[in-house]
């Protein structure tokens, strides 16, 4: 018998009859003989009518209470879910993230877990019960709720199959795998069976939007093999997991785009020691999530210091730039809200060089200019104006010839 | 300095504009030297949208699971308000029930509260915080969710304003106060400046929708003065206190009405000791609050016993009569839901004989048949037709003359 952790996104709960169809597949699950621990996101766009109905009352919003408003929408998920599974006669029973045991840090919408006591949840299963915890959120060391920043429920959902020893962990969602792009620009896109979890690291950071970095990382420290696949069509869908050492890595897995960040560029900065470090320990202090940074070559004792941030943290990190601009010597602070990021990922790009090459000049080709670039190990991004960005997830995607088999 | 708790219906937090609304009043009343705790409802018609989707989901809904599914709705008026309070510069913080330490049995949907803590309330209250608190809501003995059934949230500022020892209760809602009738049925009924607890409670108990039954029970146990007004006109309401025994009491106080119960009769019962005993222990046991009970004479040995239940508790009261029937040699069970109530409220009725024969009279003089009578002390209700009761309200009023100053 299997210990099997499934999450529902809110598009997998978007009305009354989908969550019939939910409580449905997971009855079937456990007549397979598999325990079953559920974990749900809040209802369809629950979220961003909360958000927006806060923005009508108040600009005033304290994260405390941001994160206590934004709660509600799961604990409405989980019952209405137990009720479904109720009317098919299997016993089920909700938690919250605090009965759940989910212990936060105090960092107000980004909270990050500690621990995950898990007791109530124990106690459910073996009692033959299926607990139907909500997603998202958690209890800080201050008693208050938090919640876990986008992506939320997939690290609730990882979470819990850690602490309880899952075998597997199911992240169903409105698509039905990771693509090798965005088949919404790249028709001829296809499915991926299976990704190493560094690989969906680098897809997820680039702007694959189908799971959240966090819950990759989560996935990846804790050995959770993670199954991403479709609550519309059942269909198997993608397996993220540790990398198969045994077999070849294809030089060129997937090619992403984000089109979700702003970049800043502080200009001017006198080149000594400290001045980077200064800048972005001020924007960590913030909590402000940096992606690429760039600083080019030191022209005259000056260089200029370019960085990308999510365009909602873009507000925090002009203030932030602006501040320390006097005390840094920089001249000037800039942003650019018209760009967007394209990268191209795989795990055989260790062992085969050229793949940038070939990247940069498809790009050239076809008249688009890079504004920044950054690389890891195992992935290549630029920054392009986003009018261009589909564009270039095009012309990148056929150079590598990604739809062969 | 004086502590108020305020608490704010559901149609007082009706859209963004109400919140202003509220939180300028609160900040207000603290302007004035007073220290306030606000008690919030669900917003508007959220509980009943709650209850419909619900419905939609699936037929069976574990009273646990719809205790959760429903307390969500005061989580999101608790953080609006905060976060409207704090538009206006105004130090507040919300607490769920749980968090509060409102601590209750574990009778899901009409829980009783078995104590309140309130150190985190007192705590915001020393460090100069406004706490705003979910009313409806609390926590079991057994970690679970629970709500306080209809009117919870009176309940709730009731218990809280005990628990904090403060010096007024104030609950507004959309009306300006308690009235001598429905003023839709009566159009010169007028609103009365005060009331004993004990006419307060046969009002609620008779139909008058303003306060629930259980928060001003618990007002008069524990001689906390409530003060029932309009959030829309703020001008001074109705005053719920101790009777004041300098007074000279009028006869008559006011007639209310009440269309939400159903009448069961149970027929051909044998006239033995024992049978009401075990019919109302079994209806009891299902948590129905049985209003009404009538037993005729007894005619050759059997007798039938009629009582009327809150429409909601009839098919459960269905359920119970007719397991019982054969069991108690009943020898039918009818259900009757086209009654209604009319009732007239009035502690000098105590002292004033000849009130019930002034009432059956104009009942009789309007062609209206009564179909059962109970009184207390300072109550007398008729249950009529449904489709007659405005008029018996309307007769009633006219013949005690209720409008005279």
Not at 1 to 28: E, P, W
Not at 157 to 175: F, P, R
Not at 302 to 313: C, G, H, K, N, Q
Not at 332 to 345: F, H, M, R
Request: glycine fraction near 8%; aromatic fraction near 4%.
């Amino acid at each position: 018998m299997a210990l099997v952790v499934q999450k529902f996104g809110g598009t997998s709960l978007g009305d009354a009859d989908r969550f019939r169809v939910i409580a449905d597949h997971v009855s079937r699950t456990r007549r397979r003989g598999n325990d079953v621990v559920v974990v749900v996101s809040a209802m369809g766009k629950t979220t961003d009518d909360l958000v927006r109905l806060a923005a009508e009352v108040s600009a005033v919003q304290p994260a405390r209470e941001l994160d206590m408003l934004l709660s509600a929408g799961e604990r409405v998920s989980m019952s209405l879910l137990v009720m479904a599974l109720a009317g098919l006669g299997v016993d089920a029973v909700s938690y919250t993230g605090s009965q759940a045991g989910i212990i936060t840090d105090t960092t107000h919408q980004k909270a990050r877990i500690i621990e995950v006591k898990g007791d109530r949840l124990r106690e459910s299963l073996a009692a033959g019960r299926v607990p139907v915890v909500a997603g998202f959120q958690g209890v800080s060391i201050d008693r208050d709720v938090t919640t876990l920043g986008r992506g939320g429920s997939d690290t609730t959902a990882v979470a819990l199959a850690v602490a309880l020893k899952a075998d597997a962990c199911e992240i169903y969602t409105d698509v039905s795998g990771v693509f090798s792009a965005d088949p919404r620009i790249v028709p001829e896109a296809r499915r991926l069976a299976r990704l190493s979890f560094e690989e969906m690291l680098d897809i997820a950071a680039s702007g694959g939007r189908v799971l959240a970095l966090r819950s990759v990382e989560f996935a990846r420290n804790h050995h959770v093999p993670l199954h991403v696949r479709s609550s519309f069509t059942w269909e198997p869908g993608t397996w993220v997991a540790e990398e198969d050492p045994s077999m070849e890595q294809p030089i060129v897995t997937a090619v992403t785009h984000d089109v979700s960040e702003a970049k800043v560029t502080v200009t001017g900065v006198p080149d000594r020691p400290g001045i980077a470090a200064r800048l972005f320990r001020a924007l960590a202090d913030r909590t402000v999530n940096v992606d690429m940074i760039v600083q080019n070559m030191s022209l005259r004792g000056t260089t200029d210091i370019s960085f990308t941030v999510p365009m909602v943290d873009l507000a925090a990190s002009m203030e932030v730039a602006n501040a320390l601009a006097p005390e840094i010597g920089a001249s000037e602070v800039l942003a650019d809200d018209g760009i967007a990021k394209v990268s191209l990922v795989g795990a055989g790009m260790r062992t085969h060089p050229g793949v940038s090459a070939t990247m940069f000049e498809s790009l050239s080709d076809a008249g688009i200019n890079i504004e920044m670039i950054s690389t890891s190990p195992i992935r290549v991004s630029c920054v392009v104006r986003a009018d261009r960005v589909e564009e270039a997830v095009q012309v990148i995607y056929r150079a590598f010839d990604l739809s062969a088999p």
